[in-house]
């Protein structure tokens, strides 16, 4: 699978957008980006995933770029309770695919 | 909607006593089921996967076992527990086999050896 790469920590108003970058430059065509985030303590919660279009779900919006080599999660709104780790991850396509998560990115919503 | 548990949330055992801790998913049929292990500053790993009843895959070796009685019943186990086997331990569901369909996580159980 294509490693990512993620800023180690951002931080977001409450009310803003929150937009969270992603690299993953030597990510194949058969190949998806998903999104998870995990709050401390709780298990990861998926929140989006995508090949090459964008996709937007009632929780947050995907955008890949053109060249797919890197995407940003965006929270519309985000609020306190967003305050997690979001880990980026590219899986290869097929069957019986494991999830491997990096050090991804805290981050911090502030009132 | 479907829903996945785990119990319990928080387990400790002493070095070499028996383990088993469950996970069951709701509002599906015939999902894949995975256990995961969460290690403090190592990240996620796969320990099993299985794709229908009593059809379980091993990822690593190890003092750990997994079985599938029911189509929405996993459980993860072992005879002896080593410190080693200390961490936080996650089942997932999926409702099909490929990558285009997302794993979802339950709560977890953290799991101390003493």
């Known amino acids: 699978d294509a490693k990512t790469t993620q800023p180690t920590s951002m931080d977001c108003a409450e009310g803003r957008a929150a937009n969270l970058p992603c690299n993953h430059s030597?990510?194949?065509?058969?190949?998806?980006v998903y999104w998870y985030r995990q709050i401390h303590s709780q298990g990861p919660q998926y929140i989006i995933h995508g090949l090459k279009n964008n996709e937007t779900n009632e929780m947050a919006s995907l955008i890949i770029t053109e060249d797919r080599k890197s995407s940003t999660l965006i929270l519309p709104h985000a609020t306190l309770r967003d305050t997690a780790v979001y880990y980026c991850?590219?899986?290869?396509?097929?069957?019986?695919?494991?999830?491997?998560f990096g050090k991804g990115t805290l981050l911090t919503v502030n009132p | 909607s479907q829903t996945i548990h785990q119990w319990p949330a928080t387990l400790v055992q002493p070095v070499g006593s028996p383990l088993s801790l469950e996970c069951t998913v709701e509002?599906?049929?015939?999902?894949?089921l995975y256990w995961y292990r969460q290690a403090a500053g190592r990240g996620l790993q796969l320990l099993f996967y299985s794709v229908g009843i009593g059809q379980i895959s091993s990822e690593v070796p190890q003092n750990l076992s997994a079985s599938r009685p029911q189509d929405r019943q996993f459980i993860l186990s072992s005879k002896k527990l080593l410190l080693s086997d200390s961490g936080f331990y996650l089942c997932?569901?999926?409702?099909?086999?490929?990558?285009?369909?997302?794993?979802?996580f339950g709560d977890g159980t953290r799991l101390s050896i003493l």
């Open positions: 509002g599906t049929s015939n999902p894949n």
């Open positions: 030597t990510i194949s065509g058969n190949e998806y």
């Open positions: 997932a569901w999926a409702a099909g086999h490929n990558s285009n369909q997302p794993q979802h």
């Open positions: 991850i590219v899986v290869r396509g097929g069957s019986n695919y494991k999830l491997t």
